[in-house]
């Protein structure tokens, strides 16, 4: 398809990255205007979206919940599922008759999405409404792009990859947790992701400029961060520097906030020393995401996942031996191409083993481009619904089981706001990452509390403040 305004959303893998300042433009043209951003997706996503407000209130904005009363709408897109596709397009259309009753309305699209060619290109033909398109390399881009709108579409997705921005001005969601980017990508390839192709590859933060963001946090009295990546252990491989994931984790740590997370491991690049600095240091805490995918390891090959259902076990038990008490979650597809009821079985059977304390699961959706798009699908769709049914009773029960250990027993909760389930109760997370729900503590939101745990379901524990424990 020829589109002479466009760069091609194709990546390059042998830029070099440079690592720069951000662009954090400032300009009081848009003062007393309003911004709505709608983000789709990960955690990597929302942290952008913090980055993407950061650059519109430079610029004079202010956040409104309202989509009426907005001047400029964001949407921060996600291309890990086709439905996600689906939803954007249909709030599209809302922005769309509102631009009828609102010329002047900007209207921009970025995130994932764009970054996929056949994206972009449909968004330059059929819908020429929206005002700015930018992929994720371009985040750095949009304040510029904004101020030199001029009502004809702007399309950033560049044909190479991003550099790595430091000193950016995040607006950031809460005040009592943060997200810290280590890395920007992925270098695995999973053939069923897309991830690689729409973020590019692996590109690690010096970690001075993260040990500096972290101190930064502390000093402003957050008492949680999150080290986030695509792959976070895999952090440093492509630096020309002595250190890695442990390292840095092991660094970050003895800055002394008090809870540290980290999300999403690969089981391949889990190493002993990370292990070893997870159990040495009181405030990393014990809870690990470690994605499963599959328990047959035909299917984990045709995934290109790089370990086996054997391996992974082995690895589970070690971080279950070494770190006492930790709770792990996975993410598991059910219905890859070529799994058959033996493939299933045997991932059920993971489960039996490993008994985690919850999981993701997913049906699995071909991303087009992706190098498992192009086997054959041949599992009907019924098969596939009752395949997932059967694995989330299996997992929920576990949960349920492993909550049901924490009745009778007191938690330290780190107290994060008002919880849905009750006028007067506020919701928090325990070390190990469970949900709990406590009656009358408003006057802790924001600090760490004991909670004593009254009851337990399968995805939240129920709890009473019982002596209060330490207080930013
Ligand atoms: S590790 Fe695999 S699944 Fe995760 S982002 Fe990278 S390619 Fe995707």
Known sequence: MNLPNMKQARLRTDKKVEFLDANNIKSDKFKNKKYFIRTYGCQMNVHDSEEIKGILENLGFRETTSLEEADIIVLNTCAIRENAHDKVFGFLGRCKHLKKENPNLIICIGGCMPQEESVASLLKEKYPFVNIVFGTHNINDLGKMILEENKKQQIEVYSIEGNVYEHMDYVRDSKITAWVNIMYGCDKFCTYCIVPFTRGKQRSRKMEDILREVKDLKEKGYLEIT??????????????????????????????????????????????????????????????????????????????????????????????????????????IVGFPNETDEDFKETLDVVNTCKFDGAFTFIYSPREGTPASKIKDTIPMEVKENRLHELNELINSYSLKHNQEYIGKTEEVLVLGPSEKGENKVYGYTKTMKLVNIDDAKDDIGKLINVYITDAKSFSLDGKKEVFIKNN
């Open 227 to 332: 080290l986030l990546g695509q792959n976070v252990n895999a952090y440093g491989k492509d630096l020309e520097e002595e250190y890695d994931f442990a390292t840095l984790l092991e660094n970050v740590a003895k800055i002394g906030i008090p809870r540290i997370r980290f999300v999403t491991s690969h089981p391949w690049d889990f190493t002993d020393e990370m292990i070893n600095v997870i159990a040495e240091h009181k405030n990393i805490m014990p809870y690990i995401h470690l994605p499963l995918q599959s328990g047959s390891s035909k299917i984990l090959k045709l995934m290109g996942r790089r370990y086996t259902k054997e391996e992974y076990i082995t690895l589970y038990n070690k971080i279950k031996k070494r770190i006492p008490g930790v709770s792990i979650t996975t993410d598991i």
